[in-house]
């Protein structure tokens, strides 16, 4: 039973270097998000994918693109990547929107140089 | 846009002590979640508050809900090292956007 996983775990970029962070769920959950965590700013959502071929922008958008592969994979795409980057990303999912339980993955700790 | 504060940030307790975090609304809220980080992990979820007044317990943890759904708290009774993390709580903004407090963090000093 894997529920969310990400990959990959860690990441060092240089500075205007791309990647694409990974995310796959297999709970059969509508709803998945990308957020990123820094010290003292708590979880800040970057995007968001309420269903299977939607997705929207969340609190942080800028810098970052998404794609809602299916049902099961949400990708997190940075284009030219910035110090301003480096943060832990988490992915989750939740059956249906919000006001339910979310899972989260791993976490990738990504570090722009 | 709706404001929720939680406090306090951080908090240190000898072992054994209690424990204390709150999120407060500047709106109604239609119902809040609660989930815990622990140093280095994810966030896992603990418990969900949908009524006006709501308590909940786990062991030694008890979760209310205000009478206004405005403010809600959790409350370590005696606690322990494994308590050690960041709880956060999730008030969701929007109908699809779960939204997070910034969390409190506790350190517990055995």
């Known amino acids: 039973n894997a529920g969310v996983t990400q990959t990959p775990k860690f990441q060092v970029l240089k500075t205007g270097q791309s990647m694409t962070l990974q995310c796959a769920q297999d709970?059969?959950?509508?709803?998945m998000y990308w957020y990123r965590q820094d010290p003292g700013m708590g979880l800040r959502l970057i995007y968001y994918?309420?269903?299977?071929?939607?997705?929207d922008k969340g609190e942080v958008p800028n810098g970052y693109n998404v794609s809602r592969l299916n049902k099961r994979e949400f990708s997190l795409r940075l284009e030219s990547a910035a110090p301003s980057q480096t943060s832990v990303y988490f992915c989750?999912?939740?059956?249906?929107?919000?006001?339910?339980?979310?899972?989260f993955g791993q976490g990738t700790r990504l570090t722009v140089v | 846009g709706q404001q929720v504060m939680q406090i306090p940030q951080y908090q240190h307790v000898q072992e054994g002590e209690d424990f204390t975090t709150y999120c407060n609304s500047s709106?109604?809220?239609?119902?809040i979640q609660w989930y815990k980080q622990r140093p280095g992990g994810h966030p896992v979820f603990l418990i969900q508050?949908?009524?006006?007044?709501e308590v909940k317990k786990q062991k030694r943890l008890t979760f209310q809900f205000g009478e206004a759904k405005k403010n809600s708290s959790l409350h370590i009774t005696a606690t322990q090292t494994t308590d050690v993390g960041t709880y956060f709580c999730?008030?969701?903004?929007?109908?699809?956007?779960?939204?997070f407090g910034k969390g409190t963090k506790l350190s517990v000093i055995p």
């Open positions: 989750a999912s939740s059956p249906q929107g919000a006001n339910t339980e979310a899972f």
């Open positions: 709970m059969n959950h509508n709803s």
């Open positions: 994918s309420a269903s299977e071929g939607t997705t």
């Open positions: 709106t109604t809220l239609s119902n």
């Open positions: 508050l949908v009524k006006s007044g």
């Open positions: 999730d008030f969701g903004a929007g109908s699809y956007q779960l939204t």
